[in-house]
């Protein structure tokens, strides 16, 4: 993961502009058409940029359940002033979990596996998935809750989602509706613009609102695209 918030500046000022679908603060999906072209790096920075100016909390969701790359790299401290995860709270919020695990767990309450941990000298909250839990043979996969997204808006002024790549995970597809924005996160030189534009059609018919993508590693630097070629 690296620190990107410098150069985010134009992400902030186009999602401040976007209006929320639901009560409470907006949801910003980040993800990429394929892997390794810094997905994590550009929604943390931009939920660290978002913690700083909200006037409540901001909420970092990670979906990639089997690696959590956003809690390591926070535990990392991928930026100086960021601090460490702090200690693990029950992210259930009371509700149905965005997750199901097959077969269902015997011993552990099923909607126990994903918490929220503060971020040191930031208002901001990252989610850890429980794998450790997981016995041999259990598969988690992700499913809708509207109630646990409804309940995260109500607490967060901005609730970002770091999901996996569309060319390993359905991921970004089983939360789309409870996206009130979705940026794609493009390498710049590795992919095409042909796959940049299949991936905003595939979002799109799905019912995304896709308002633009982050032109990472651009000379070292993220820049952001307000328009998608169609």
């Known amino acids: 993961?690296?620190?990107?918030?410098?150069?985010?500046?134009?992400?902030?000022r186009t999602a401040t502009r976007v209006?929320?679908?639901?009560?409470?603060?907006?949801?910003?999906?980040?993800?990429?058409?394929?892997?390794?072209?810094?997905?994590?790096?550009?929604?943390?920075?931009?939920?660290?940029?978002?913690?700083?100016?909200?006037?409540?909390r901001a909420w970092l969701v990670d979906l990639d359940l089997q690696q959590n790359p956003v809690f390591r790299g926070f535990e990392r401290r991928f930026a100086r002033d960021i601090g460490r995860p702090g200690r693990a709270y029950d992210a259930s919020l009371r509700q149905d979990p965005i997750y199901s695990v097959s077969p269902r767990l015997v011993d552990v309450k099923q909607n126990k596996l994903l918490t929220a941990h503060d971020i040191d000298g930031l208002p901001l909250l990252i989610t850890r998935f429980r794998n450790e839990r997981l016995?041999?043979?259990?598969?988690?996969?992700?499913?809708?809750?509207?109630?646990?997204?409804?309940?995260?808006?109500?607490?967060a002024d901005w609730v970002v989602v770091d999901a996996p790549s569309l060319e390993r995970s359905s991921a970004a597809f089983s939360m789309i509706d409870q996206a009130d924005a979705i940026i794609l996160v493009v390498e710049a030189d590795r992919t095409s613009p042909e796959m940049v534009d299949m991936a905003r059609r595939d979002l799109l018919a799905r019912g995304g609102n896709v308002i633009g993508a982050v032109?990472?590693?651009?000379?070292?630097?993220?820049?952001?695209?307000?328009?998608?070629?169609?």
């Not at 993961?1 to 902030?12: A, V």
Request: with cysteine; aromatic share 6%; proline share 3%.
């Open 19 to 56: 209006p929320t679908t639901g009560e409470g603060g907006r949801v910003i999906l980040f993800v990429s058409a394929q892997t390794g072209e810094g997905t994590t790096s550009v929604a943390s920075s931009f939920a660290c940029l978002a913690a700083r100016r909200s006037e409540t």
């Open 135 to 155: 016995n041999a043979g259990q598969k988690v996969k992700l499913q809708a809750s509207p109630a646990w997204w409804s309940a995260v808006r109500k607490i």
């Open 215 to 230: 032109l990472n590693k651009v000379g070292g630097d993220a820049r952001f695209a307000d328009r998608v070629s169609a």
């Open 1 to 12: 993961m690296r620190d990107l918030r410098e150069d985010l500046e134009p992400i902030w």
